[in-house]
């Protein structure tokens, strides 16, 4: 796992933001459903700790949307690049995800969340991105939810869709 933070933001929280996502993420990708050919093999990532100038242009560039958003994953794996995956022997790499300090920061006193709590939901969102779990489709959606739930709740966390609010 890989750490970038660029932005100074995330370096005067009250809470350890690299701390967390060593722990938060392979507890994700340990509780998912991953496919047969990933089991046992040592995944590597990255996790960019940013702001929304950042996430805005990747946003704008990668998926057409010109707005800041919390999180985006760039996932590396697909579901039929089993031919494709290096020797067993060798990390898998699975993908990078971003985080926009403001925009997090902002839902979480607009929802009235703790801040590490909300990051810490979004770095389990992201994780199961990268991992193939979307939630444009209602029940893939209902699956993801219910899977970040049991993650958040290993972690401490309360349901954090208790007050119906989404991530994305």
Not at 5 to 21: G, K, T
Not at 45 to 59: G, K, M, P, R
Not at 140 to 149: N, P, R
């Amino acid at each position: 796992m890989a750490i970038a933070i660029n932005c100074d933001y995330w370096l005067s929280l009250d809470f350890d933001a690299e701390e967390i996502a060593k722990k938060i993420v392979p507890l994700a990708f340990a509780m998912a459903d991953i496919p047969v050919s990933l089991h046992g093999r040592d995944l590597e990532f990255s996790i960019v700790l940013t702001d929304d100038e950042t996430t805005q242009a990747l946003n704008r560039d990668y998926r057409g949307k010109d707005k800041p958003t919390n999180v985006l994953s760039f996932a590396m794996l697909d579901s039929n690049d089993d031919d494709f995956l290096p020797p067993a022997d060798q990390p898998l790499p699975v993908g990078d995800i971003i985080l926009a300090y403001e925009t997090i920061e902002s839902e979480a006193i607009e929802q009235s969340k703790p801040l590490r709590d909300h990051y810490a939901h979004l770095l389990v969102h992201g994780a199961l991105h990268l991992l193939g779990y979307d939630h444009e489709d209602p029940h893939e959606g209902d699956v993801m939810e219910s899977l970040e739930i049991r993650i958040l709740k290993k972690y401490g966390i309360e349901n954090p869709y208790l007050d119906g609010k989404t991530v994305a």
